[in-house]
């Protein structure tokens, strides 16, 4: 589980073990809305702000999965296909954008 806090931080939770995994930090104000979405096989997290970005993380390893997608406008909501081949965003101007997600090839902290 993914939770959202309004310091711009998303903590994963195992539900199973009941422990916290780590600490995921989207961008760097200090007051950020942020959704979140899980691929179907739970190895990837798509989180988009209030700042107009939207990074891509490697649940496993808490890194982020190349730059940061720059939206241009706060991301309200966010969803990956189930295939987690697509993504897709809403906006607070009203727009929308999805996309084909391609493989890395690196990670960055």
């Known amino acids: 589980m993914a939770v959202t806090c309004e310091d711009g931080t998303v903590v994963l939770w ?3 073990r009941r422990t916290r995994e780590g600490t995921l930090r989207h961008g760097d104000r200090a007051k950020d809305d942020i959704s979140v979405a899980f691929s179907a096989d739970g190895k990837l997290l798509a989180s988009g ?3 107009g970005r939207i990074v891509l993380w490697d649940v496993a390893t808490r890194t982020k999965k190349g730059a940061a997608i720059e939206a241009y406008s706060p991301v ?3 969803a990956v296909s189930h295939d987690g081949k697509t993504i897709a965003s809403g906006h607070q101007n009203g727009g929308f954008i999805s996309g084909t997600l391609k493989p890395a090839s690196g ?3």
Do not use: H, P, V
């Open 14 to 16: 195992d539900l199973a």
């Open 49 to 51: 702000g209030a700042d």
């Open 76 to 78: 309200f909501s966010i």
């Open 107 to 109: 990670s960055e902290r």
